[in-house]
């Protein structure tokens, strides 16, 4: 089992800056990638950025250039810096983890925090 708990959602400005924080615990030496995903109201969740164990990134296009993830492995904490934030990032944030030899889909969620971009 592996516990993630998002933080460091809020309301900020259209051009302003975030960092959410995401600790895992539990089996976290069983965790192989990590990645941001975010819902907002009537649409689907898509995944925003991702890092491998091996500190490889994936970034969606949407956020290139705004948005930096990082993995802190000696703290079990994930972060993702977003800058230069804009209106349509408006969501519910998403931690999650993949096991090793875990399922397709990452296999642990945490409960989401809110990120409000006014304009």
């Known amino acids: 089992q592996v516990q993630l708990v998002e933080s460091g959602g809020g309301t900020v400005q259209a051009g302003g800056s975030l960092r959410l924080s995401c600790a895992a615990s539990?089996?976290?030496?069983?965790?192989?990638?990590m990645g941001w995903h975010r819902q907002a109201p009537g649409k689907q969740r898509e995944l925003v950025a991702a890092?491998?164990?091996?500190?490889?990134?994936y970034y969606a296009d949407f956020v290139k250039g705004r948005f930096t993830i990082v993995r802190n492995y000696d703290k079990n904490t994930m972060y993702l810096q977003m800058n230069s934030l804009k209106p349509e990032d408006t969501a519910v944030y998403y931690c999650?983890?993949?096991?090793?030899?875990?399922?397709?889909?990452?296999?642990?969620w945490g409960q989401g925090t809110q990120v409000t971009v006014s304009s």
């Open positions: 890092i491998t164990i091996g500190g490889s990134t």
């Open positions: 539990g089996n976290t030496g069983s965790v192989n990638a």
């Open positions: 999650a983890a993949d096991l090793f030899g875990g399922t397709p889909d990452y296999d642990y």
